[in-house]
Nanobody, 123 residues
Framework: VQLQASGGGLVQTGGSLRLSCATS????????MGWFRQAPGRERDFVAG????????AYADSVKGRFTISRDNAKNTVYLQMNSLKLEDTAVYYC?????????????????WGQGTQVTVSS
């Protein structure tokens, strides 16, 4: 199982970024997917999750209304659209694949992880 996250970068507060996570076809077809983030000195936190067909999503309270997770199974890709970015959104963002069609918000439910992409929000 391979996951490749991309799309991170430097953006000013209030700006937007879209992260992408390219997956192998076997991963995308039956697995829930999630995005997590880890800021320096902090634990890895759940950001958003999506079920295998995209019918169910979940978000951390801190990003609700600003971030949107989506997936295109035909392209084997999961996205995280991030709008109205804040300084506290600065972190390394990781995409992850769950073992089951829905992974929920706990990292232990996601055995497969990408390498991470850095998002830096500046004032």
């Amino acid at each position: 199982v391979q996951l490749q996250a991309s799309g991170g970068g430097l953006v000013q507060t209030g700006g937007s970024l879209r992260l992408s996570c390219a997956t192998s076809a076997r991963t995308t077809s039956n697995n829930g997917m999630g995005w997590f983030r880890q800021a320096p000195g902090r634990e890895r936190d759940f950001v958003a999750g999506i079920s295998w067909r995209g019918g169910s999503t979940a978000y951390a309270d801190s990003v609700k209304g600003r971030f949107t997770i989506s997936r295109d199974n035909a392209k084997n890709t999961v996205y995280l659209q991030m709008n109205s970015l804040k300084l506290e959104d600065t972190a390394v963002y990781y995409c992850a694949a769950a073992r089951f069609p829905w992974g929920g918000n706990e990292a232990r439910m996601y055995p497969y992880w990408g390498q991470g992409t850095q998002v830096t929000v500046s004032s």
